[in-house]
């Protein structure tokens, strides 16, 4: 339990961190938060990326079959993530609206 409430923060905290910088970088606010459920989708197959390309339909399938087979403390974990990047947007989105204009 211990493990799951350490594991959230830290992907909380990470992904936050990685999309407020690409946030500030790139100046698209919900970029991070559209390719991050790609990039996991990517990470937890063993499926080569050049398979998403050349059977679209199967990879994807597989993918999304491996996504929802593994556990609650997985899925948890990985929604964290989705969470820091999207509360990063709307920290973005504050900061440019109260006048900071990053980089």
Same mark, same amino acid.
């Given at each position: ?6 594991? /959230? +923060?830290?992907?909380?905290? =990470? &992904?936050?961190? !990685?999309?407020?910088? @690409? %946030? ?18 990517? /990470? +937890?197959?063993?499926?080569? =990326? &050049?398979?998403? !390309?050349?059977?679209? @339909? %199967? ?45």
């Amino acid at each position: 339990m211990i493990q799951l409430v350490l594991s /959230v +923060i830290l992907y909380f905290v =990470i &992904f936050f961190g !990685i999309s407020f910088i @690409l %946030n500030m970088l790139l100046r698209r606010t919900w970029l991070m938060s559209v390719v991050y459920p790609i990039i996991i989708v990517i /990470v +937890i197959n063993d499926i080569k =990326i &050049f398979e998403y !390309i050349k059977h679209p @339909l %199967n990879s994807f399938g597989e993918a999304f079959r491996v996504l929802f087979s593994s556990g609650y403390q997985d899925i948890i974990i990985l929604s964290a993530g989705f969470v820091g990047t999207i509360v990063s947007g709307i920290v973005i989105r504050i900061l440019r609206r109260s006048g900071y204009q990053m980089f």
